[in-house]
């Protein structure tokens, strides 16, 4: 998958979990929960979702490297390729 | 139910020996010099006047990694001006003020401000979406918002105008949207020292928003009285001694984080632990670890987080300076209190209260044993039942007996009015006892066990959510006609909220409208009461006199027995 790919799949998801961001005022340095608004339980509503999307195990402790689309897109691309 | 028992076996307590009861914790107060009782005195300036100024307040840790300390003495002066930025605007005794924003150090000297000033503190949880913001600013005839300029941009600039008593609008930070005033330059230019209203023990102090089953939130409103249950909870449910090291994660949006993450921790003289980020794992071990924390105060849901993550992530980490662990919000399962005994080296001790009681009533204190899913006994003074209620007529239940958990009114902390609402305040008292509407049960050694709801309310990460409010949120979209919204389990969250709605014509069921009617819940309440799923159906059931049988949803869903149909209208059977 491409880098675009990754962030298109990524924002799919974020904005199924919550709809109410349009994915065209999404900035990729937005933080998930303090810009955007996502409370601990949409965050892994989100995990869960990437999960069965990617197929990728995402430990806890990684959860501050999906806190932006930037980061998430780079996570998951690095976790990809490994 | 009783395999299970943690045994403290020695443990001879470590509250200090003083009396118990009501009458001894009053007689601890310290009162104000001219007489009346203040919250704001008992919590702050009492152990500034008895020479603590210099012990630490507060350690507030912000979400950049910033770490800043109060001492008693600065909250103290934080307060006083505060108080002073209220008068010179001209907010007198009796007003309310609203607080709507994030865990920043502010909010504890507005708090602590508005209370020396006589004005009455209502918080509201920054999460929250502008509807349920402005219901409960109406409701309770909001005079003044502390806020952040974004929340007011997002939430309340819309309609400030149609809000005639909200006269002050005061912005954390230097500078504030036209209309507003910046905390930061009033409260810089205002005298740091201000006299304490001399507020009675039954003046109005503290209003908390709950919400009800039918029709809007109800204000709980709470007197400077509720101090003295504040100050002798903390110390024998949660163990708080003066200089301890305590955190409470509860966010002062709700009653936990106000009653004890601001006002019975500062009653005890502890230092406390605020930090302003939501949760993350590994910010929070480091958190317990780094300042050392000694009494923690979670909840079922975050518990169930960090156990997610399994024991490895807490390895190698030192928590040897933790003595107690309390959880607060729903019954947790027996695998969390465990957890915690094998993670951290402690059991967590559950305990039971409610926006209502404004204090900790049924608790697993420290020195008693542990039943791992309990709520714990009646802390002294505090006396409980189960009951039956049939109309006016309330009977008292045998051990065993799952029937409404029931308390005696006259304890300091409880709730005298819902605003406005009499005939409502006045329906959850029957028969001598103060019907909290939670379903429960006593064992023979007199442990008390959480059951359910005998209402329809939702209870998520802890927060009662009222299916009503939720319903009318979801009405208000032109494809909706009509709404019926239910918890449902949820291993994390205890219970997430489910909704069932039907379509008006013209409207075509699908993920696309489901995710519209999401977003468009979403915005106007916020995701802490927004549904998490929503789903189409062609009718609702409906008892014959037209109320949507919400229960019935709920047991279909769970495959639970659906019980007496009888009532149930024919088309929707």
Not at chain 2, 66 to 76: E, G, I, K, N, T
Not at chain 2, 177 to 189: E, N, Q, V
């Amino acid at each position: 998958m491409t880098r675009d790919e990754i962030r298109a799949a990524f924002i799919a998801d974020l904005t199924a979990v919550a709809p109410d961001i349009a994915p065209e005022s999404l900035r990729d340095n937005d933080h998930l929960q303090d810009d955007l608004g996502l409370d601990s339980m949409d965050f892994l509503n989100l995990v869960s979702a990437l999960h069965n999307r990617f197929g990728l195990p995402i430990p806890e402790a990684d959860y501050p490297r999906l806190a932006t689309t930037a980061l998430a897109v780079t996570y998951l691309d690095q976790a990809l390729a490994g | 139910m009783t395999k299970s028992i943690i045994r403290k076996p020695g443990r001879t307590g470590g509250s200090p020996l003083l009396e118990t009861g009501w009458v001894a914790a009053r007689a601890r107060m310290a009162g104000l010099p001219g007489g009346g009782l203040n919250i704001a005195h008992e919590a702050v300036d009492r152990h500034v006047i008895e020479g603590h100024g210099d012990q630490t307040a507060l350690v507030w840790l912000g979400r950049e990694g910033q770490r800043q300390s109060f001492s008693y003495a600065d909250l103290a002066t934080d307060a006083a001006r505060f108080a002073n930025v209220l008068r010179a605007q001209g907010i007198g005794p009796g007003e309310r003020l609203f607080l709507l924003s994030g865990r920043v150090p502010q909010l504890f000297a507005a708090t602590l401000g508005a209370l020396k000033a006589g004005v009455v503190v209502s918080p509201l949880f920054a999460a929250f979406g502008p509807e349920p913001v402005r219901a409960r600013m109406e409701i309770g005839q909001a005079s003044v918002l502390v806020t952040t300029e974004v929340q007011y941009r997002r939430k309340i600039a819309e309609w400030r105008a149609d809000m005639p008593s909200l006269k002050l609008v005061l912005i954390i930070g230097d500078t504030a949207p036209d209309g507003c005033i910046a905390l930061g330059p009033a409260m810089a230019a205002a005298p740091t020292t201000s006299e304490t209203v001399g507020t009675m023990p039954e003046d109005m102090a503290l209003l908390h928003f709950t919400s009800g089953t039918t029709g809007l939130p109800k204000g709980v409103v709470h007197v400077h009285e509720a101090v003295v249950a504040h100050a002798e909870t903390g110390r024998l449910a949660l163990d708080l001694h003066p200089g301890d090291i305590y955190w409470c994660t509860a966010d002062p949006g709700w009653v936990t984080g106000m009653s004890y993450g601001v006002i019975s921790p500062l009653c005890n003289r502890v230092t406390m632990v605020v930090d302003e980020a939501e949760f993350d794992l590994d910010r929070w071990y480091t958190i317990l670890e780094r300042e050392r924390v000694q009494v923690w105060y979670t909840a079922p849901t975050a518990i169930r987080m960090l156990m997610r993550a399994g024991s490895e992530a807490a390895k190698g980490r030192d928590f040897s300076a933790l003595r107690f662990l309390a959880s607060v919000g729903e019954p947790l399962n027996a695998e969390c209190v465990i957890w915690g005994q094998q993670v951290l080296g402690l059991p967590f001790h559950d305990n039971w209260w409610q926006s209502e009681t404004g204090g900790i009533m049924i608790a697993n204190t420290a020195d008693m044993d542990i039943k791992p899913g309990a709520m714990g006994k009646p802390l002294p003074g505090v006396e409980a039942g189960i009951v039956a209620r049939d109309g006016d007529t309330v009977t008292e239940q045998p051990d065993g007996a799952i029937g409404e958990l029931a308390l005696r009114p006259g304890w300091p902390s409880m709730m005298r009015a819902y605003l406005g609402q009499p005939e409502r305040y006045a329906r959850c008292f029957a028969g001598g006892w103060y019907l909290t509407g939670d379903l429960a049960m006593r064992d023979s050694d007199g442990y008390y066990w959480f059951v359910g709801r005998a209402d329809d309310l939702i209870k998520s990460s802890g927060h009662l959510i009222g299916p009503f409010e939720v319903e009318s949120a979801l009405i208000e979209h032109p494809a909706v006609a009509e709404a019926a919204v239910i918890g449902i389990p949820d291993e994390t969250a205890g219970e997430v909220v489910k909704a069932f709605v039907t379509l008006n014509a013209g409207y075509e069921a699908g993920e696309a409208l489901e995710r519209e009617l999401r977003g468009h819940a979403r915005k106007r309440l916020g995701p802490a009461v927004a549904p998490r799923e929503i789903v189409f159906r062609d009718s609702l059931p409906r008892t014959r006199s037209g109320k949507i049988m919400r229960r019935l949803l709920r047991a279909r869903e769970l495959g639970l027995p659906e019980g007496d149909l009888s009532t149930l209208e024919g088309d929707a059977r």
